[in-house]
T-cell receptor, first 113, second 113 residues
């Protein structure tokens, strides 16, 4: 089975712009979670989607949003980018909500200038 | 909400010695506790997990123990090798459609030759 894939792998944006990141889960996985990873903050949970519905949300501002499509692929959008949004954004897929093994993608490295 | 604390943040051990990483959680309803290893520049990968109906689980040189009463769980790595150098994350979650997996802040483990 192919693993979790994320596109793009690297992205450079400027403050105020918006960005869309994409995640394709492992075939058959219906849960997709997004995380922000920074050196000082570790893995911060953004949100989780299951069957096209957002099931859980972390403590991030409304500038961070996402969605999931019928094929379980997910996108994450960040509007009005700030310097502090520079991070590695990881998505992870699993067969079930929360209590299953999370399979991580390689991440998208976002740099905001 | 659920909170997971992880200690120490950095750990350096001599090759061949044992390493122990500890985590505590706040939600007594949590019942799934995975550990992830993230090597430099790579994605986090599950190395071992334990459910609340088990007190200890072992897989070769890696073991995890769980104390439900004290709400803490630990990762034990014996006979450490250079390839064990990585950042290790603990996490906790519960079987619930409204639950989310919460990660600890990570432990950077370095193995000295």
């Amino acid at each position: 089975k192919a693993g979790v894939t994320q596109t793009p792998r690297y992205l450079i944006k400027t403050r105020g712009q918006q960005v869309t990141l994409s995640c394709s889960p492992i075939s058959g996985h219906r849960s997709v979670s997004w995380y922000q990873q920074t050196p000082g903050q570790g893995l911060q949970f953004l949100f989780e989607y299951f069957s096209e519905t957002q099931r859980n949300k972390g403590n991030f501002p409304g500038r961070f949003s996402g969605r999931q499509f019928s094929n379980s692929r997910s996108e994450m959008n960040v509007s009005t980018l700030e310097l502090g949004d520079s991070a590695l954004y990881l998505c992870a897929s699993s067969t079930q909500l929360a209590s299953g093994e999370q399979f991580f993608g390689p991440g998208t490295r976002l740099t905001v200038l | 909400g659920e909170n997971v604390e992880q200690h120490p943040s950095t750990l350096s051990v001599q090759e061949g010695d044992s390493a122990v990483i500890k985590c505590t959680y706040s939600d007594s309803a949590s019942n799934y506790f995975p550990w992830y290893k993230q090597e430099l520049g790579k994605r986090p990968q599950l190395i071992i997990d334990i459910r609340s109906n088990v007190g200890e689980k072992k897989d070769q040189r890696i073991a995890v123990t769980l104390n439900k009463t004290a709400k803490h769980f630990s990762l034990h790595i014996t006979e450490t090798q250079p390839e064990d150098s990585a950042v290790y994350f603990c996490a906790a979650s519960k079987d619930s459609s409204a639950s989310k997996i919460i990660f600890g802040s990570g432990t950077r483990l370095s193995i000295r030759p």
